[in-house]
């Protein structure tokens, strides 16, 4: 990535940071907030978040009405799709569900199909825009803060993270409501470092230093010439001589002072390499599978990153209105790379503290509509992966039925009378409640976390 590129996506990271919100942020009192150091420590919790942008069906995870849906469905899905074929545990075999029973059985999935919203449903609230705004800020009132500023405040107040911790929180998308900053205030050390699936440096003024040229390479005239920059060796130790005489806060001396080994730092963390994964190795010529491969060589490098969050760039979005056919490709490869990143946590000894979340903003009907695609529903998966220390994996949780009494526009599936089922607020509330907080429905409107 070029430096002028990188300095894009930090400035989209910290607008998301920083910017206030235009509507009056509710003030949330984090002394209300219990934290239990035990559970945390038990836990030692590192996730990746994973959010479908569009909202993403949920047939992919669940087909049990599928014999229903495509009597009742205004086109026909045999004629459209390639196969329908459903798995042992419901999955859409030809749309990941291959790899979705293999994780199963590893004990390393548990796919709640029963993340449905009465309060959207009766409050008609489909749009992109005010859900995404919800789920990030696991609240229905959107001046709230984001998931990860609360847990950024909560974790700072309970001495988890503090000035010296390294790059505690990471944004791999740039600009998000997980960071949303509602009425609180971070601290500007601890706001969220954005990086990219190349891990480029975003400490290194790229420019070598004097003593990292060899001998040979110091003979040659313009040794120190850089392309991009010009910067050479005198000029950085000007700027870090500078820094410190002109400064008179002591915090920002010491940020410049930290300059050359955070930098040092993340530059061993991108030189790391995955080990050998055999048949489950990453897919190649993927962005979404390098950012995935990424984050866990952060987290599993750094033990100070606590939350990485990321979308599913590379693979297309999650809007399936028309064409629905490509839904099932780019589920193929998502799955393929989400069971790639197990063999690498087990590779690694971590798939105990290191989990991966995967949810959306909404799911579809299951109507498939004259443009051969699904329009916006309410009822989506919530997938959890790895995170052994605090969940018990449960494969496939949650029965569902097929509401089919209104216009063929109406089909979807909703929650079957008795199962299991969540708002999609306690996806947030579980996000809290694994890193310690015994009362997440206190920052998630009274709903609390998923069972683990």
Known sequence: MKRRNFIKLSLATCGCLVMPNVATASTIDYSQVNFDKSVYDANVPQIIMVYLYGGASQLCGNLTNIDEIKKKSQSSYDSYFRGITKTANGFWQEAGGTHMEDMVANGDMTLFRTCYSKVREVNNNKSHGSCTNQNQRGSFDESNAGIVTNLTNILSNNDIVDENSVMPFVSMEGDSNFYAPGSSTVPSYLKAVGLNENLDNPYKRYVRYWFEYTSDERSVDGYNDNNETGFDPAFNKAMNEMAQTKNLNPKIKAAFAKQK????????????????????????????????????????????????????????????????????????????????????????????????????????????????????GNLQNFIVLGGKNYFTHRGAVGETILDATGSVNRLYMKPKDGTEQYEHLSIAATVYQVFGITNPEFLTDGYGAVTL
């Open 261 to 376: 080994p955070l930098s040092n730092f993340i530059g061993e963390i991108s030189d790391t390499t995955t080990p050998d994964l055999g048949d489950d190795a990453y897919p190649t010529n993927s962005a979404f599978a390098k950012t995935l491969e990424s984050s866990i060589k952060v987290l599993a490098n750094n033990p100070d990153t606590k939350v990485i969050t990321m979308n599913t760039g590379g693979l297309g979005g999650w809007d399936d209105h028309n064409d629905a056919r490509n839904y099932v490709t780019r589920c193929e490869a998502f799955y393929k790379t989400l069971k790639s990143s197990m063999a690498h946590l087990e590779a690694l000894g971590k798939k105990n503290s290191i989990s991966i979340m995967v949810f959306a903003e909404f799911g579809r009907g299951v109507n498939l509509n004259s443009a051969l695609g699904w329009d916006h």
